[in-house]
Nanobody, 118 residues
């Protein structure tokens, strides 16, 4: 199973970015997908998650600014508006996967850099 992120980059404060994550491989189903981030010198933290049923969960720091969605069963997007310098981090895609062999496990992408300049 592979998760591939795209859409990171450099943006000025107040700007917007859209991250995408596509899952591929021997996947039977994906329950929850989401995004975590890790800034230099800090622990990885939850940004937002979404279940297959469409239930969402957001970190307090991004509520009202970020929106998570699922374009299909294997893809998730994160629309980030009103970006702040403190949003600067490597963003990682995450998925709770059930494989075609009925194994369940967590899968992570390699990360995409988001840099917000002041």
């Amino acid at each position: 199973v592979q998760l591939v992120e795209s859409g990171g980059g450099l943006v000025q404060a107040g700007g917007s970015l859209r991250l995408s994550c596509a899952a591929s491989g021997s996947i039977l189903s994906i329950n929850r997908m989401g995004w975590y981030r890790q800034a230099p010198g800090k622990q990885r933290e939850l940004v937002a998650t979404i279940t297959s049923g469409g239930s969402t969960n957001y970190a307090d720091s991004v509520k009202g600014r970020f929106t998570i969605g699922r374009e299909n069963a294997r893809n998730t997007i994160l629309q980030m508006n009103s970006l702040k310098p403190e949003d600067t981090a490597v963003y990682y895609c995450y998925a709770e996967v059930r494989s075609t062999t009925w194994a369940t496990f967590d899968s992570w992408g390699q990360g995409t850099q988001v840099t917000v300049s002041s």
